[in-house]
Nanobody, 122 residues
Framework: QVQLVESGGGLVQAGGSLRLSCAAS????????MGWYRQAPGKQRELVAV???????NYADSVKGRFTASRDNAKNTVYLQMNSLKPEDTAVYYC????????????????WGQGTQVTVSS
């Protein structure tokens, strides 16, 4: 019913920038919170950034001042602008959205993107 498709990952040198995008499609009534998570090899998935429907954001301490989350509600899309990238930012990045599906009333369901690899070389 709902699909999240990510794009924008890749290989970049330390100090460089990347912009990730995640677009939702399907039987969407509304989308509340959106967020980005990442998982490095051998580590647990961790929160990177969250953004509310109104645009309020929260970030992990490790990315504050370097990463910026934004969203386009008309396009059901969330973005993550990553600047001043460091080798420790290397991970698979996943988007997450709390979506109310058409016909399900007010109940949210969490959906995940397929993940996109970000590799930062030193």
């Amino acid at each position: 019913q709902v699909q999240l498709v990510e794009s924008g990952g890749g290989l970049v040198q330390a100090g460089g920038s990347l912009r990730l995008s995640c677009a939702a499609s399907g039987s969407i009534f509304s989308i509340n919170g959106m967020g980005w998570y990442r998982q490095a090899p051998g580590k647990q998935r961790e929160l990177v950034a969250v953004i509310s429907r109104g645009g309020s954001t929260n970030y992990a301490d490790s990315v504050k001042g370097r990463f910026t989350a934004s969203r386009d509600n008309a396009k059901n899309t969330v973005y993550l602008q990553m600047n001043s990238l460091k080798p420790e930012d290397t991970a698979v990045y996943y988007c997450n959205m709390a979506i109310v599906v058409v016909g399900t009333g007010i109940y949210e369901t969490n959906y995940w993107g397929q993940g996109t690899q970000v590799t930062v070389s030193s």
